[in-house]
Structure formats: C-alpha cells, structure tokens
C-alpha cells in the first residue's frame, strides 16, 4: 500500500490505512449520497456484522473497526479490535466491549498521534476517530480527527478542544458538542515506545471540513 506524504514515518500502522481511505475519498470526491461512496461506506459497516445503510445510522465505529482489521490482514499484525457490537462508537472507551485496549484518561497536552479519540454526546451516543493533529493557537486547542460518517463522507474535521467543570470537551464550528471519554489504543501498540515521535502531528497535505474561520491550517 503507499504511504500518503503527510504520514510520520514510524507511526501506528493503522495510520496508513486510515490516510489510503481518506486520500481515496478525497480524490474520488465521494460522500455517501453517491452511489460508490455508500458502497464504500457499506463495506465499513458490513465486517461489523451490521447491515443498516450509511444513511440510516453512524458508522465512526464501522470506519475504525474496519482499518484495523484491514491493517491485521495487511500487515500481518494482530491488534485487538471490539469484541461485541464495534459500530458502537462508545465501546471502545468501554473495556468490556473492548477488553484488548488500553485508554488514556482525558487530557489537554501530549496526545499521542493516531489515538482513537472517543467523544460522547448521549448515553450510547457519539464519535471516535483517528488523531492527525492537536495545536495550540493562542490560548484555544484544536484537534483533528480522520473519521467515518463526517459531513458523510471520510474526511478530517476540526474540533475545538477546552476544559470546563473539569471536563474535556470537543466542539465543532457548528456548535456541536461532545464530552471526551478518552484516548484509546490497541493493547499491543505501545506508543510510549515511540518517545516525542508520538508527538508529531501531520499539520499538512489536507483538506480540513468545518475549519474554524480564526485558523486554518496552510
């Protein structure tokens, strides 16, 4: 598989796959309104053993589930994924639905990249993507998710990232808001190991949706 220009070299290898999905429906312009976005994103849905259509229902935890699998049978690695309903994006801050992860409690600095960001918006409700980039301008933080079911299609959004009530929170231009569970990553990925490695984001080479107006990245 070739690696995109903006991968870290030495970074988790679930990266690759998740930035060949992103550039393939950046180049195809796809969204799931469209006939092969949605075949696309059925694919996604479809190795979680769930069969509802894109449009019917979230499919954040589809898009991962399916890249790191995808990354087992390309890779020949053996990272552990959920074991019981992984279109679920909330199950994979849950240790019961995802015993083979380790969770990093919420944070503002030092997030690792390519973390599965877990955020959460009602009681089974809710987000997970892939960390690209976390920067601090000024004195507001933003993050950057590469993730399924954004503006239909896979894409990379901006979030803004702040802490209130002793809460990490991530909202979007538009206003929605979601409360951070977490930071999660495959027992079998120490990105410890990788020392201030796991700390270099991919700042360009993309596109960014609902970017904030205050910022945009060059």
Not at 121 to 134: D, E, I, K, T
Not at 171 to 199: C, I, M, S
Request: aromatic share 16%; charged share 20%; with cysteine.
């Amino acid at each position: 598989m070739k690696k995109p220009h903006p991968q870290p070299g030495d970074m988790p290898p679930w990266m690759d796959v998740a930035w060949h999905e992103f550039l393939l429906w950046q180049e195809k312009g796809w969204t799931i309104i469209d006939h092969e976005g949605q075949k696309r994103a059925q694919n996604y849905i479809y190795i979680t053993h769930n069969y509802f259509k894109p449009s019917q229902a979230g499919w954040c935890g589809c898009f991962v589930d399916w890249v790191l699998k995808k990354t087992n049978q390309i890779y020949g690695t053996t990272f552990s994924t959920v074991m019981n309903n992984p279109s679920g994006s909330q199950n994979y801050a849950t240790k019961k639905r995802y015993p083979g992860s380790i969770r990093l409690r919420p944070r503002l600095n030092r997030i690792p990249y390519g973390s599965l960001v877990v955020l959460q918006s009602g009681p089974w409700q809710g987000h997970v993507g892939f960390l690209v980039n976390y920067t601090k301008i000024e004195h507001e933080r933003y993050a950057y998710l590469l993730a399924g079911n954004q503006n239909d299609k896979v894409c990379i959004q901006e979030f803004l990232v702040y802490r209130e009530n002793n809460k990490i929170f991530y909202q979007t231009r538009k206003g929605k808001t979601f409360t951070l569970k977490g930071y999660v990553f495959p027992q079998e990925y120490h990105w410890e190991n990788q020392g201030d490695k796991a700390f270099e984001y991919c700042n360009e080479g993309y596109e960014i949706i609902e970017a904030f107006n205050r910022y945009k990245l060059p």
